[in-house]
Nanobody, 125 residues
């Protein structure tokens, strides 16, 4: 079956860095658009960044210049390098395959995409 497993979350101080990883299995990783989403308590799911199968990328304005999405097709792994973290980045972060452009509600309740379980990122001031 399709599996997406996130790792790399944790607690850091503002200005710090984390690198999230998402290891995928059960589908042809190279051919899928991949993305990172996040959801803070009380908020809707938010698209953070995507990388398409052709390598093109998208970043939300709130993270542009601070985050970098990448993937290693040989390892079936998606990454999100997060630098200059801010308290407002605090959220559960999810990776998804073929996820929505405009997510609503809870990330993992979306009708679109395959989703991981999420990893918590907490940024303190």
């Amino acid at each position: 079956e399709v599996q997406l497993v996130e790792s790399g979350g944790g607690s850091v101080q503002a200005g710090g860095s984390l690198r999230l990883s998402c290891t995928a299995s059960g589908f042809t990783f190279d051919d899928f658009d991949m993305g990172w989403y996040r959801q803070a308590p009380g908020n809707e799911c938010e698209l953070v960044s995507t990388i398409r199968s052709d390598g093109s990328t998208y970043y939300a304005d709130s993270v542009k210049g601070r985050f970098t999405i990448s993937k290693d097709n040989a390892k079936n792994t998606l990454y999100l390098q997060m630098n200059s973290l801010k308290p407002e980045d605090t959220a559960v972060h999810y990776c998804a395959a073929d996820g929505p452009w405009s997510p609503r509600g809870n990330c993992r309740d979306s009708e679109l995409g395959y989703w991981g379980q999420g990893t918590q990122v907490t940024v303190s001031s």
